[in-house]
């Protein structure tokens, strides 16, 4: 794929959705998962949602199992959970793969646009720590839960963050494009 708005996926309840619905919309794009440590992000991403969907900011929610099993449920329970324990009103897709052999397209075209994490020191100190019992990622892959991408209103991948950095560290990345 070429273009990100030529990516279609089910959401958390099995609707198929066209990211070109998505076209003019600044977007975050966020791998999560409800039983990480970062978890509480969601609260920070939903606080985003609600200052900036007026404005034309979308969250697309991409539930990963892929770190350590932190995300057991089914799509349709990560979704209800979200919206009971973090209000989350933002679209909640079905659980993918981000890394390796059944990677979904999706996330091949967005680590093709931005390989690297920015931000989050600490969390590439805990990385390195991983990395030395066994859970090495390599390259542009997804290095846990809550890796953000930013893209703007044609459709261009601008930015990649890494998962410790908060979603209100954003806010500012995200005003600046819309």
Partial sequence: MTNLYQFTLPDAQGNEISLSDYRGKVLLIVNTAT???LTPQYEQLQQLYAQY???GL????????QFREQAPE????????????????????????VNGAHEHPLYTYLKAQQPEDSGGQKFKEFLLKLASLGEK?????????FTKFLVNRDGEVVKRFAP???????????????
């Avoid at 979308?58 to 539930?63: M, Y």
């Avoid at 979603?167 to 005003?175: L, M, R, Y």
């Fill in 164 to 178: 410790s950095v908060s979603p209100a560290e954003i806010a500012d990345d995200i005003e600046a494009l819309l």
């Fill in 137 to 145: 990622r390599e390259g542009s892959d997804i290095k846990w839960n």
């Fill in 53 to 55: 969907a007026p404005q």
């Fill in 74 to 97: 089914s799509s349709a329970e990560i979704a209800q959970s979200c919206q009971l324990k973090f209000g989350t009103k933002f679209t909640i897709f079905s659980k993918i793969d």
């Fill in 58 to 65: 979308e969250i697309l929610d991409f539930p990963c199992n």
């Fill in 35 to 37: 039983r990480c440590g």
